[in-house]
Structures are given as C-alpha cells and as structure tokens.
C-alpha cells in the first residue's frame, strides 16, 4: 500500500461494510462523533443525556455503567445518512442498512404484552415499508423485567407479544428471527433498538443449546423470538452479531449463584456459536476476530471478578463495556453480546 492510499484510508475509512460499531468512553464521545463520519445511532448507558446535535437517534438508557472504559455504544455509516421519525420509530439509514429506535412509554404496567405487541408491529411494518425488510439485530431493554405482572413474569409477557407480532408477520421459524439481547434496566421507557438491513442475511444457532424458540414451556407461555446470531457478508468485510448469551446449556440454567462458572459455561457457548458458524457457512471466523464484547452483570459485586475473567479469555485489545442489568432469567448472573468482524475471503 503506498502512503497516499493509508492516509486516505485513515481520513476516510473504506466502505467495506456499510455500518461499524464502536465503544466509546464519556469524556471523548463528542470528539468521536465529530470524526467518526456519519453516525447511525448512539446509544449512552448510565442514564445521561447525549449531548450532541447530530440528527440520527439518540438513546440514553437507565443501565449503570461498570468500571470507567466504555459508556456509549456509536453505529456508524461510512457514506452520509438520511434521518427522521415516522410513526414513534427514529430511524437513520444509508442504502444499505437502516439502524432505528423505540421508546414505549408503558401505557400501564398491566399491559406489557400488548404494548410489545404494537411496538414490534409497527417496527416490522416500517422496516418493510422503508425496505430494509431484514432484521439483523434487535435489543430490548425493559424495566423490573424479572418482575411479575398478574403472576406472570413480565419478561414471559413481553415474549407474548413479541411471539404474536412476528408470527402475524410471518415469521413462525428459528430462521425468521434476528440476533437479540433482552435485558432489564434500572427505570424509564421499554426501548427497542434496531439494525435492519435491504438484503438478507443468515440466522445462527447454538450447538450447545436448543434454540430460543423451541424452548419448552416452563420457560414462559410463549418462547422467545430470537436466533443466536446474524451472519452478514458485506462487500470485504464478514460481520457475525452474537445474541446475548448466557449459561444455558440445551434450555436449561447452568450454575446458578456461581458467576465464575456461569461465565465459564457463557464463553464456552460463544466460542462454540463462533465455531459452528465457520463450519456450517465455510467462512474464515474464528475467537480471534471477536472485535466487541458486552458485557451484563447482574450484581454490581461481581464486576471485579468479572472483568479479571474476561481479560483472562480475551485479547487485550477488545473493548469490553461493562453494565449492570437484570438478566430474564432470574439465576441467572450475567450475559454477554458481541460482534465478531472477518475479513471476506
Ligand atoms: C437465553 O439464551 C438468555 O429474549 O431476546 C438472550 C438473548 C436472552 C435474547 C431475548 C433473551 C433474549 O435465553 C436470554
């Protein structure tokens, strides 16, 4: 590569997947913004306010931050955007994926089934409508998700009515679904936050664990809606989004109370989606191209012990960014998203 070619490349970095993701700390977020090229979204953590002006969506969510590193999450377009609001959804897209959010204020806290129901409704319809029909990736963040509603768990009743708007929209099937996280936040709004994408990409599943939606009954009344992973193949770059995980092994709870072990059994299944993802669509993806990871913990004590496991697994030059969450599972302590990015053979 001559110099001229790496200077432009560092100015303007080369559109090789139409959207990059980044972990930013607090101090330098406007600094980042100001350089990054086209924001997409910005998603804070430690219920702040976003303070810059730029036109795509903005969330702050009610989930502390752990340790100093991280705080906000940027998505990030390397061609300009267009942005707007239609029917509550914010939304900013280039030509190839559209990034969206949702805030629902909860009409009543009785309602959380029918209140799901609409909001994903209305995201999937707008997806279509804009045409970028293809999910890749979806998270929710309710408050008290382990909380109960009329006897039932208001995690089981946000699947509810998740469960009914996929199936009205037809999708009825492991495949169907996008890669999720769902997770408890301290207070505020149910937000949903989106990537969609024009062309479609792949669904992944878990070796180690029976797919979300064929979890059985004691689960909740409906399963959850959500795949294990999205494989995306952009122009030169492989792009897996990694769901959250958690030390379920097929679909039940492993080493309740133990966060070591719970950890453990957690990166065991990431290595293993990782894996058979490289095997079954034969492409070069492997632990080493981990590029972020997410981390929840439960219990704010677990952090130290947390993170020391952590960078023990990885390599050092993954960002990691840490929260406090309710996990859906009340045993359980901790869950973890990531994004793994390869180069295209
Ligand atoms: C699990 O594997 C842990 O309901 O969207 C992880 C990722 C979990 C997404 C969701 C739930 C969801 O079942 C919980």
Redesign the pocket.
């Known amino acids: 590569m001559t110099p001229v070619e790496k200077t432009s490349r560092r100015t303007r970095p080369a559109p090789s997947a139409p959207l990059s993701v980044a972990y930013v700390p607090q101090a330098t977020l406007s600094d980042y913004l100001g350089a990054c090229g086209h924001p997409l979204g910005v998603i804070a953590f430690g219920n702040a306010d976003v303070d810059t002006d730029c036109a795509c969506p903005r969330i702050s969510l009610n989930l502390p931050v752990l340790g100093e590193a991280y705080w906000a999450e940027v998505w990030t377009s390397p061609t300009p955007v267009r942005t707007g609001r239609e029917q509550g959804i914010r939304y900013a897209a280039n030509d190839k994926v559209l990034f969206g959010a949702i805030e629902i204020a909860e009409s009543d806290q009785i309602w959380l089934d029918r209140d799901t129901y609409r909001a994903v409704c209305r995201m999937l319809s707008f997806i279509k409508n804009q045409g970028y029909p293809h999910l890749l990736r979806?998270w929710?963040y309710l408050p008290d998700i382990n909380a109960r509603d009329n006897e039932i768990e208001r995690?089981h009743l946000?699947?509810l009515g998740?469960h009914q708007a996929f199936f009205e929209h037809g999708c009825a099937a492991s495949h169907d679904f996008p890669a999720?996280?769902?997770l408890g936040s301290a207070g505020g709004s149910l937000w949903i936050y989106f990537l969609a994408s024009r062309e479609s990409a792949v669904q992944q599943e878990n070796p180690r664990?029976v797919s979300?939606y064929h979890?059985p009954r004691q689960?909740g009344p409906r399963s959850?809606?959500?795949a294990r992973a999205t494989l995306a193949r952009w122009e030169s770059e492989i792009h897996l989004y990694i769901?959250?995980?958690?030390s379920?092994v097929g679909h039940l709870s492993l080493h309740a109370g133990d966060v070591r072990e719970q950890l453990g059994e957690t990166l065991a299944n990431i290595r293993a989606l990782i894996a058979h993802t490289a095997r079954e669509e034969n492409v070069a993806l492997a632990d080493t191209h981990l590029a972020l990871l997410k981390v929840y913990a439960r219990r704010s004590k677990d952090f130290e012990t947390v993170r020391e496991m952590v960078e023990e697994s990885v390599a050092r030059d993954v960002p990691v960014l840490y929260l406090q969450a309710d996990?859906?599972?009340r045993e359980?302590l901790l869950?973890i998203?990531g994004v793994c990015i390869a180069p295209a053979a």
């Open positions: 979806i929710n995690y946000f699947c998740r999720a996280s769902a664990q979300a979890y689960h959850p809606s959500f769901s959250g995980t958690a379920i996990i859906c599972r359980l869950e998203e």
